[in-house]
């Protein structure tokens, strides 16, 4: 019978599923695969029927020339890729896209894409942040309204401080003379 987390079909811990290639791996792979598809292209006998009259004459020459034709023309094409990879630092955009991605994998909410109408795209990006930075001069509005408050209080009790010390020094004013 089969159990809870045991060998066998079903959930429960089993051997580990392996990572999917890296980019620069299936890059790689699409090459060789184009090299192959390039090279049964151009069959042996299609080269021996482009040039029938050497091929009837010398059929071992034919064959060499063909295979250096071959490994000329596949060595040159990985150069030239290789050349495109270094130039363009492709090993390093490949990995940083293949981080990208896995990070991505953990996000809940579904990444922006656009609509095709600017004026929509604009929005939807912008009102957000407008609304936030709306948020923030609100609040920073608040703390300055409060402190103003408290600035117009001091006032007042300075403004009814000096009207008591007016009034005691008239008093004093009255009483000296």
């Not at 699409?30 to 192959?36: G, H, Q, R, S």
């Not at 390093?92 to 990070?103: H, Q, T």
Request: hydrophobic share 35%; net charge neutral; glycine share 8%.
């Amino acid at each position: 019978a089969a159990g809870g987390g045991g060998p066998g079909p079903g959930p429960g811990p089993g051997p580990p599923v392996p990572a999917a290639p890296g980019r620069a791996q299936v890059f790689t792979t699409v090459v060789d695969t184009f090299l192959e598809k390039l090279a049964a292209a151009g069959s042996y006998q299609r080269f021996a029927n482009c040039y029938r009259c050497f091929y009837k004459l010398q059929p071992e020459m034919t064959r060499s020339i063909y295979d250096q034709f071959i490994s000329q023309l596949q060595s040159s094409i990985k150069e030239e890729i290789q050349e495109v990879k270094d130039e363009g630092n492709l090993d390093v955009l490949f990995n940083s896209l293949d981080k990208i991605v896995e990070e991505a994998k953990n996000r809940e909410e579904p990444a922006w894409r656009p609509s095709g109408i600017p004026e929509e795209d604009v929005r939807s990006a912008m009102v957000p942040y407008l609304l936030k930075h709306r948020s923030y001069l609100r609040k920073v509005l608040k703390e300055k309204e409060e402190e103003n408050r408290k600035v117009a209080e001091s006032v007042l009790a300075g403004r009814d401080r000096i009207a008591e010390l007016q009034q005691l020094i008239e008093a004093r004013k009255h009483a000296w003379q």
